[in-house]
């Protein structure tokens, strides 16, 4: 049991790590520490009212916007991006970089989310 699990790990990890992330000049990859700092106990909210919630013991919210939330579980990696697994069963990986002092999501489809200061 204990390989499969293990197995399973690295596989739900490969997609985040083949993927390009499409970041621009200006943006500053974190390390895992500066990453936990940054998200680990906050509140990111993005342009569209949605926030993110990164709370310590490894669960995670999201709340949109117009309302409605969803729930899961994340892992801070070491190549500095972030994997949710959702209660729904869906999954996502992030990169989270630093660009001009803001904060920036980027999606593994290269699609950009500003966090709000």
């Known amino acids: 049991m204990n390989r499969r699990l293990i197995l399973l790990t690295i596989f739900s ?4 790590m083949a993927v390009a992330w499409g970041t621009r000049e ?12 940054a998200l680990v106990g906050q509140v990111l909210t993005f342009h569209d009212d ?3 919630r990164f709370y310590g013991d490894g669960r995670y919210s999201y709340t949109y916007g117009q309302g409605g939330i969803a729930y899961g579980h ?3 990696n070491d190549d ?7 209660v729904n069963g869906a999954r996502r990986c992030d990169l989270y970089v630093r660009n001009a002092a803001r904060l920036v999501l980027i999606t593994e489809e290269g699609d950009r989310f500003p966090i709000r200061p």
């Open 13 to 16: 990890l490969l997609p985040a």
């Open 26 to 37: 200006g943006d500053e990859r974190l390390s895992a520490t500066a990453l936990r700092a």
């Open 50 to 52: 949605g926030q993110s």
């Open 74 to 76: 994340y892992a801070i």
């Open 80 to 86: 500095g991006t972030v994997c949710i697994g959702f």
